[in-house]
C-alpha cells in the first residue's frame, strides 16, 4: 500500500523494487495483480485505450499484457495492491471476468479494505501457512470484486451525489435534529446501506458526522456572537446543556467557556 500526495512523482522512491517502471512507456508483468484505488484519481491504459481510474476503482492486471498506469498529478491517489499467480488464480479469473474486463468501479468497500490490510500483515509475519492464508484471502478478494461489480445498485458517481445530498442536507438543518432514516427514506436507500456508504465516504458514521457539524457551527457561535453557552446548547438542539458542555469537551478537548476565551483572532482554535 502507498499513498502518493499531489504533485509527487509516481512511482515514488520507496515503490517496490522489484515492480518500478515508467508510465510513459508501460510494462508487462509476469503475475497477475489486483490494484484497489482508494482515493484519488488517475489513468489506466492498455491495449484496449485509456480508463479514467477513481476513488473505488479497482484494476485487474494479467500476465503477458502490457499496461500503464498513473495517478493525476495534481491530486494523486492511494493505493493497495496485491500480486499473485498459479493455475487456481487463472481459473478463478477466467471463471469470475471476461478477458476483457480489466477496471472496475465498486465504490468504497471497507471490507475489501481490510482484506489488503491483514494480507500485508500476514505477509510481514511471513510464519508457516501463511502463503496458503494469502491464498485464501486473494480469492476472497476477487470474489468480493466480482459480486459487487455484478451487484452494485448504486454507481459510484451516484453514491457521490446521495452523500453530498446528505451532507448538504445536514448542514441546513444544523440548528435542529434530524432523524437519520427518515433521511435515507427521502434519498431512497436502506438505512443500513446509508450507514455503510456514509461512513466509507467520509470516515464518520451520519450520527457523528452530523454531530460533528453542529459543534463546527458551535465554535462559530462561541467565537463570533455574544450568545450564551445555554442558548448555543438549546439553538442547537442538544437535550441539555450539559450535555452540549460533555460533548464538547470530549471532542474539541476544551470547554465552551475556554474555547470562547482561546478564540479571539490569533488563537482560534480550528475542529477537524
Not at 494523486?76 to 478477458?99: C, L, P, R, S
Not at 500476514?122 to 485464501?136: I, N
Amino acid at each position: 500500500m502507498q499513498t502518493i500526495a499531489p504533485d509527487s512523482d509516481y512511482p515514488s522512491a520507496d515503490h517496490p523494487v522489484g515492480y518500478m517502471f515508467n508510465p510513459s512507456r508501460g510494462r508487462v508483468l509476469r503475475e497477475y495483480q489486483l490494484l484497489y484505488i482508494v482515493n484519488g484519481k488517475g489513468i489506466f491504459s492498455n491495449a484496449g485505450g485509456n480508463h479514467e481510474v477513481i476513488k473505488g476503482s479497482v484494476i485487474l492486471l494479467r500476465p503477458g499484457e502490457w499496461h500503464t498506469y498513473k495517478p493525476v498529478r495534481e491530486i494523486g491517489w492511494t493505493e493497495y495492491f496485491i500480486g499473485f499467480n498459479g493455475k487456481m488464480a487463472e481459473k478463478a479469473i477466467d471463471m469470475m471476468f471476461d478477458k476483457d474486463e480489466t477496471v472496475f468501479n465498486i465504490g468504497l468497500n471497507r471490507e475489501l479494505v481490510n482484506l489488503y490490510q491483514h494480507a500485508i500483515d500476514v505477509a510481514a509475519t511471513d510464519r508457516p501457512a501463511a502463503q496458503q492464508l494469502l491464498c485464501g484471502m486473494v480469492l476472497h478478494m476477487l470474489g468480493m470484486v466480482n459480486f459487487t461489480a455484478r451487484n452494485e445498485s448504486v454507481a459510484t458517481d451516484r453514491l457521490d451525489e446521495i452523500i453530498e445530498q446528505a451532507k448538504a442536507i445536514m448542514q441546513e438543518h444544523v440548528l435542529q435534529n434530524i432523524d437519520l432514516e427518515k433521511l435515507a427514506d427521502q434519498l431512497n436507500i436502506s438505512y443500513s446501506w446509508f450507514r455503510k456508504i456514509f461512513r466509507d465516504y467520509t470516515g464518520h458514521p451520519p450520527a457523528k458526522y452530523f454531530m460533528l457539524v453542529k459543534l463546527r457551527h458551535a465554535q462559530y457561535l462561541l467565537a463570533n456572537t455574544q450568545e450564551s453557552i445555554k442558548e448555543i446548547a438549546f439553538s442547537l438542539g442538544f437535550k441539555s446543556t450539559e450535555h452540549f458542555y460533555t460533548t464538547f469537551k470530549r471532542v474539541t478537548g476544551y470547554t465552551p467557556n475556554i474555547y470562547r476565551k482561546l478564540s479571539t483572532p490569533e488563537k482560534r482554535i480550528v475542529l477537524k
